[in-house]
């Protein structure tokens, strides 16, 4: 019963954060106001950085997404095993 009450107060606590964090425009950075765009990659500062011939970091964006596909396989394998047991 007592964590209903708790359960309440948590979503009530959330409501209220949000609504205070959206009314004040607390997180946004003048500088990069990126308008209805926002979520494409392009118009992030220095995406050239990131693109798939880049060398910024020492190595291609292949072999991330590479490393990235070989880790996803093994572990897909790994749990399969598991699931057996």
Not at 7 to 34: K, P, R
Not at 66 to 74: D, E, K, S, T
């Amino acid at each position: 019963m007592k964590y209903r009450y708790i359960t309440y107060l948590t979503y009530i606590a959330i409501i209220v954060s949000a609504l205070f964090v959206m009314t004040n425009q607390l997180g946004l950075v003048d500088e990069l106001d990126f308008g209805a765009g926002a979520y494409y990659y392009a118009d992030i500062p220095s995406y050239d950085r990131f693109a798939v011939g880049s060398m910024e970091y020492g190595y291609m964006l292949w072999l991330c997404i590479a490393l990235f596909l070989g880790w996803g396989w093994m572990m897909f394998r790994f749990w399969k095993l598991v699931d057996k047991c």
